[in-house]
């Protein structure tokens, strides 16, 4: 009988699970201005969640960056996000990694988990994504705090993103799994913002469709 030769490889890689950490997360605000309100679809609801996710990141101390798409033509980021103090970048390129974006992430450490959510699903989203997969970057995208101006669109684009590697979670889901436990010095400031349901936007056409 042949003798087998055997390798010694070593540890086995383990795929991404996707569990958020507060350590290591930067928060993505994508585009929620003020031209977008009319034609967005669930903007008032988008907004709403995603400044609930943005007052749970500052209180558990995690960074967040803001960009706005044009913004003379655009108009600013509405004031109901609640984003005063973030100094917007301003881009007329569909993804968010512009230069002083990605001096930004480098003055935070080059984070390695994304937070990510605004509009629109399948422009900027998307390709915010794609370039994020594309560092080896983990990306969280907040289904219920993106959105695009046609329920297609929007649906097809998270489809696509969940096929390239993003995890798709919802906003009471990424702040209670950045938060852990119960025993957290921050968990009863979270549940606070967490007291009611985010409202429905629309998200079981997509398990129910594809």
């Known amino acids: 009988m042949k003798k087998e030769t055997q390798i010694h490889l070593g540890w086995p890689k383990v795929a991404r699970i996707g569990s958020l950490?507060?350590?290591?997360s930067v928060l993505l605000l994508c585009d929620m201005q003020e031209k977008?309100?009319?034609?967005?679809?669930?903007?008032?609801?988008?907004?709403?969640?995603?400044?609930?996710?943005?007052?749970?990141?500052?209180?558990?101390g995690i960074p967040q960056i803001l960009t706005e798409q044009y913004p003379k033509g655009l108009g600013p980021t509405v004031p109901e996000l609640g984003a005063e103090g973030l100094k917007p970048h301003a881009k007329t390129s569909f993804s968010m990694l512009t230069e002083s974006v990605?001096?930004?992430?480098?003055?935070?450490?080059?984070?390695?988990?994304?937070?990510?959510?605004?509009?629109?699903?399948?422009?900027?989203?998307?390709?915010?994504?794609y370039d994020l997969l594309e560092r080896g970057m983990e990306v969280h995208i907040v289904a219920d705090a993106v959105s695009s101006r046609s329920q297609t669109d929007r649906l097809f684009a998270l489809s696509r993103l969940k096929q390239s590697g993003a995890f798709l979670t919802t906003t009471e889901g990424a702040l209670l799994q950045?938060?852990?436990?119960?025993?957290?010095?921050?968990?009863?400031?979270?549940q606070k913002l967490l007291a009611h349901p985010s409202p429905d936007t629309g998200l079981l056409a997509f398990f129910s469709s594809l």
Do not use: M, Y
Not at 43 to 51: E, G
């Open 36 to 60: 977008f309100r009319p034609s967005i679809l669930q903007f008032t609801n988008i907004v709403s969640n995603a400044a609930r996710l943005l007052q749970g990141c500052r209180i558990l």
């Open 178 to 190: 950045l938060v852990q436990d119960a025993k957290h010095p921050s968990f009863k400031e979270i």
């Open 102 to 129: 990605d001096s930004s992430l480098k003055s935070l450490g080059d984070p390695q988990q994304v937070i990510l959510c605004g509009i629109e699903a399948q422009a900027c989203i998307a390709c915010t994504t």
């Open 21 to 24: 950490s507060t350590k290591g």
